[in-house]
């Protein structure tokens, strides 16, 4: 139980790897808050499975692309359970198109939800998480790759590492800054759209030849998110089998 009592708020965790990461953190002790922004439905069947297994969380409703929601999201927290110790923001949205097919709402979308998402509930933790805290960000290992379809989708990426790095070194108060960059996952997310041909020359550029699974990002963030890791800081940490 490395988490034990620790109070974390997970960002788009109805669903997907953030559903696999609120499961695991809630499994190691933590006490939990599911967020979504639309998905009430499974954010309520995240909390159930986290409850039937005898954990304690919450869900609050918040866009973090919007400033008022996001400070609702930590002020129902803190009400709640007295404090934040941890913030994992998983919240994210992808669009595969080549640049020059992306609208301008695309570009908004994308880069509200994944870049001022990501400002704005840290700019809330600067001040709200407490003492000792720790941050773990989502990037993608896309960042690293000349993806085609993935030009914006990696730009948010590279723009949230950046943040990470520099943020690190801006916060203080002994708090840790890191960012988690998943390869390939089998998610409803990054498979939508996508054909058998080009899963399986995916798995063929991974070490162990499949895809990961949700779990197998959760579990590295349940590290990141517990004391062992506070050394780290300021990182981006690859969790993507060796995807070259």
């Not at 509200?112 to 720790?134: C, H, P, W, Y």
């Not at 959760?218 to 004391?227: E, N, P």
Request: neutral net charge; charged residues 20%.
């Amino acid at each position: 139980m490395t988490l034990q009592d620790k109070v974390i708020i997970v960002t788009g965790s109805s669903r997907g790897i953030g559903k696999e990461v609120a499961i695991q953190l809630a499994k190691n002790g933590a006490k939990v808050v599911i967020n979504h922004s639309n998905s009430e439905a499974e954010a309520n069947e995240t909390l159930n499975t986290i409850i039937n297994k005898g954990g304690e969380c919450i869900v609050v409703k918040a866009d973090v692309s919007n400033k008022q929601d996001v400070e609702a999201l930590f002020n129902k927290t803190i009400e709640t359970f007295g404090k934040v110790d941890v913030l994992i923001n998983n919240a994210g949205i992808m669009y595969n198109k080549l640049l020059k097919d992306n609208t301008q709402d695309d570009f908004t979308k994308l880069f509200d939800v994944n870049v001022r998402g990501v400002f704005n509930t840290m700019q809330e933790a600067a001040t709200k998480l407490s003492d000792n805290g720790i941050i773990v960000n989502f990037s993608s290992s896309t960042v690293k790759l000349m993806f085609p379809k993935y030009a914006l989708y990696s730009a948010t990426k590279a723009a949230v590492e950046q943040m990470t790095r520099v943020f690190a070194k801006e916060v203080g108060r002994g708090i840790s800054v890191n960012a988690i960059a998943p390869g390939a996952t089998a998610t409803d997310l990054f498979l939508n759209g996508k054909s058998q041909e080009t899963i399986d020359k995916l798995k063929s550029m991974i070490a162990f030849n499949r895809l990961a699974e949700p779990i197998d990002i959760a579990r590295v963030v349940v590290f990141l998110a517990s004391d062992d890791s506070k050394w780290i800081s300021g990182q981006v940490i690859g969790a993507n089998g060796g995807l070259i």
